[in-house]
């Protein structure tokens, strides 16, 4: 398996505050990274993609890549009680496979 | 996004038996699935990969004569788990690859199945 690493967490922050949450990844033939958000027993739904090195934006999401430092994080503004959950970082490898890491729990304090 | 349909969503099954789980891509064609088992707390663990019309690719540590694919037509790629056991027990979910506009591609998850073994 191709290593994609995330701090575990908990993560804690006050409603209305930004998340900001961190990956890295191993392999460096990646071709593109991608953030899932998971509750509790449900399947990952995706949240956002990135292939290019800088920022990507999509409503209160921030995606950012920087290819040379294999690191990709993901930035939640105005955080809503609604957005808890963990959320997995996921790389796709030269070879199309999907890697994901082991998630970050995020608690969104009302 | 895309829709995959993973049925069944729950099954529990007796120590020894088989338990077959469909993963069905609805709008479109699925030339690649992936199939993925997640414990309590844990992260996806990719199991393999399922090509239409060829042999699954599975990951090193995954038995292939114990998690049998079959991926016969481009919306349906099946795992059966054979002679289960309870430390099978686990969140099994499918993905499908949907081909994107140069050579981008995402990645949509069908429901899972929460498999029981007793």
């Known amino acids: 398996q191709k290593e994609v690493e995330q701090n575990s967490g908990p993560l804690s922050v006050p409603e209305g505050a930004i998340a900001s949450l961190n990956c890295t990844y191993s392999?460096?033939?990646?071709?593109?990274f991608f953030w899932y958000r998971q509750y509790s027993g449900k399947s990952p739904e995706l949240i956002m993609f990135?292939?290019?090195?800088g920022d990507k934006e999509d409503g209160r999401f921030t995606a950012q890549l920087n290819k040379a430092s294999q690191y990709v994080s993901l930035l939640i503004r105005d955080s809503q009680p609604s957005d808890s959950a963990t959320y997995l970082c996921?790389?796709?490898?030269?070879?199309?496979?999907?890697?994901f890491g082991t998630g970050t729990s995020l608690t969104v304090i009302p | 996004g895309a829709v995959v349909s993973q049925h069944p969503s729950r099954v529990i099954c007796k120590s020894g038996t088989s338990v077959k789980i469909e993963c069905r891509s609805l709008d479109f064609q699925a030339t690649t699935m992936f199939w993925y088992r997640q414990f309590p707390k844990q992260s996806l663990m990719l199991m393999a990969t399922s090509n239409e019309g060829s042999k699954a690719t599975y990951e090193q540590g995954v038995e292939k004569d114990k998690f049998l694919i079959n991926h016969a037509s481009l919306t349906l790629s099946t795992l059966t788990v054979t002679s289960a056991h309870p430390e099978d027990s686990s969140f099994y979910i499918c993905?499908?690859?949907?081909?994107?506009?140069?050579?981008?591609?995402?990645?949509?998850f069908g429901q899972g199945t929460r498999l029981t073994v007793v």
């Open positions: 990135i292939y290019s090195n």
């Open positions: 993905s499908a690859r949907v081909p994107g506009q140069g050579g981008n591609t995402e990645a949509f």
């Open positions: 996921a790389v796709r490898s030269a070879g199309n496979q999907f890697y």
């Open positions: 392999d460096r033939g990646s071709q593109s």
